[in-house]
């Protein structure tokens, strides 16, 4: 019988073997030496190889969770509705609340909407919380499939002036009568 399956008798019992202590070395004065561990030493070069094997150990594999597959079809009012609910959470993000608020979606074909911009610090900003608005939209609208796109208002975008030459062109478009202010008193540029 294995020694597993013999029942323990209670007057038995069982007493670990003693371990002696051996001592590793011993010199002329008595004292113990314990064996030293060789000294590893930092490659002086780095292999590409070396390189790639640690990278691979030391990778982390993230699984991104799909968003349900849930397709219940939804209104533009229901979005506008949803959209302004998550921009009234939004407290610390000033700017990112105020770009929802003044720039409402408009929905497009097969769950897609889109948002028109007035510039690109608003695009950049709805693009560097896209992911948390999309999760929280499609999670109050129970729609695994919606997108969105941003797109800037090119009536809105701003023409920049940088030189005094510019400056007056664009000046003068908006008021032509710069133009004859600039002959009669024989006006330059630099």
Same mark, same amino acid.
Not at 61 to 69: F, G, K
Not at 122 to 129: A, P, R, S, V
């Given at each position: 019988m294995p020694a597993a399956d013999t029942p323990r008798n209670a007057n038995s019992s069982i007493t670990p073997a003693k371990q002696t202590p051996t001592p590793a070395a011993t010199n002329t004065s008595g004292t113990v030496q314990t064996p030293q561990k060789p000294i590893s030493r930092r490659p002086t070069s780095t292999s590409l190889t070396d390189l790639l094997q640690t990278n691979n150990k030391t +990778?982390?594999?993230? #699984?991104? %969770?799909? *968003?349900? +597959? %849930?397709?219940?079809?939804?209104?533009? %009012? %229901? @979005?506008?509705?949803?959209w302004n609910a998550y921009a009234a959470t939004i407290e610390k993000k000033v700017h990112l609340k105020n770009t929802m608020i003044n720039c409402q979606p408009v929905l497009k074909e097969d769950?897609?909407?889109?948002?028109?911009?007035?510039?690109?610090? +608003? +695009?950049?900003? @709805? @693009?560097? #919380?896209? *992911?948390s608005i999309l999760q929280t939209l499609r999670t109050q609208l129970k729609n695994g499939k919606i997108r969105l796109t941003i797109r800037i208002d090119e009536a809105n975008e701003k023409r920049l002036a940088y030189t005094s030459k510019e400056k007056f062109e664009l000046l003068n478009e908006i008021n032509p009568l710069l133009s004859k202010l600039k002959d009669e008193f024989n006006l330059m540029f630099d």
């Open positions: +990778q982390v594999t993230y #699984h991104i %969770e799909e *968003a349900s +597959q %849930e397709t219940n079809p939804f209104t533009e %009012e %229901e @979005l506008i509705r949803c769950f897609l909407f889109e948002v028109v911009v007035h510039n690109p610090g +608003q +695009q950049e900003e @709805l @693009l560097h #919380h896209n *992911a």
